[in-house]
């Protein structure tokens, strides 16, 4: 197993000896936790920097909703959103940039702005995806969604979740590997919430060490989500803290190396402890 002790992000090379946070930007009217609050450029420029204050190790900025039954967005308006914001953070911060998009135009143009991670919840799967993540240098996030964020949710079915996600994850980095990307530009996901019920999103999580396994830094992403709400009897959105960091913190203590979350200053803290306090190494199985 090939165990990468840095992360490449278009030259940019973040150190994976601890877990990373990766802050949430999203500036999106429609997005299911944060809506419309960060649209404007200036509140998104000010955010970021809030984030990174707060601990962000990479800036993750989208400008489409995924949230289940989102319609997608047209390619000038996404473009519209996000590249002049990219652009800003990339001359105002010093942590790297990362483009949430599954549209290979928006990635291309991203990276030109100075992206550095391509994070794609369609897991490259969109004609030219591949090609355009693999030419561009920057880290590649591969996620797994079953269906499209319009329909996931509708009927999610699986004979076995996790060896489902970890075939195509797997597949799909051999696939960027053949391509030449290195391997310390490809981050693996397994989409909480994305076309999987409650029950296939514990099970994810259960078998998290199967995915570590592969050898790639995993991505987890669950922060604010309707698993965490599920979990806690049905709660809010906007009373979901407390389970989203608890999950992060399981989610490090059992190897990811990247935590996709709207509340960094509260999972920095709970990373603290845990690297003060937790046993020793956490990401080999
Ligand atoms: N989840 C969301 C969006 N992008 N990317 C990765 N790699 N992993 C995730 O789990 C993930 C993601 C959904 O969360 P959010 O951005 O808060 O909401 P919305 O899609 O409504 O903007």
Redo the contacts with the bound molecule.
């Keep these: 197993m090939h165990e990468p002790l840095t992360l490449d992000c278009a030259g940019h090379r973040l150190r994976l000896d601890r877990p990373l946070i990766?802050g949430?930007l999203?500036v999106?009217p429609?997005?299911?936790?944060?809506?419309g609050r960060f649209a404007g450029r200036e509140s998104a420029i000010e955010h970021a920097r809030r984030l990174v204050a707060d601990g962000a190790d990479i800036i993750?900025v989208?400008g489409?909703?995924?949230?289940p039954g989102?319609e997608s967005v047209p390619l000038a308006t996404e473009l519209d959103r996000v590249i002049p914001v990219i652009a800003a953070l990339r001359t105002e911060l010093d942590v790297p940039v990362s483009i949430?998009t599954s549209k290979p135009e928006v990635m291309r143009a991203a990276v030109a702005a100075g992206a550095g991670m391509i994070?794609?919840?369609n897991g490259l799967r969109a004609p030219g995806a591949m090609d355009v993540a693999a030419a561009s240098g920057a880290a590649v996030?591969v996620?797994h969604m079953q269906g499209t964020?319009r329909s996931m949710q509708e009927r999610p079915r699986y004979r076995d979740v996790l060896a489902e996600v970890v075939a195509f994850l797997s597949g799909q980095a051999e696939a960027l590997l053949a391509r030449g990307v290195a391997w310390e530009r490809i981050?693996l996901?397994p989409?909480?919430?994305?076309g999987k019920t409650l029950e296939h999103n514990v099970a994810l999580f259960r078998g998290l060490h199967a995915l570590v396994a592969l050898g790639h830094p995993v991505?987890?992403?669950?922060?604010?989500?309707s698993l965490i709400g599920s979990l806690l009897g049905g709660r809010p959105v906007t009373d979901r803290l407390m389970g989203s960091v608890t999950a992060a913190t399981l989610a490090a203590r059992a190897g990811a190396r990247i935590l996709?979350v709207?509340d960094v200053r509260e999972t920095a803290d709970a990373l603290a402890i845990l690297a003060a306090l937790g046993e020793q190494e956490t990401g080999e199985t």
């Design positions: 990766m949430v999203n999106t429609d997005s299911f936790s944060d809506a993750d989208g489409e909703s995924t949230r989102a949430d994070n794609d919840v996030c996620m964020p981050v996901d989409g909480f919430g994305f991505l987890v992403g669950v922060s604010r989500k996709r709207h």
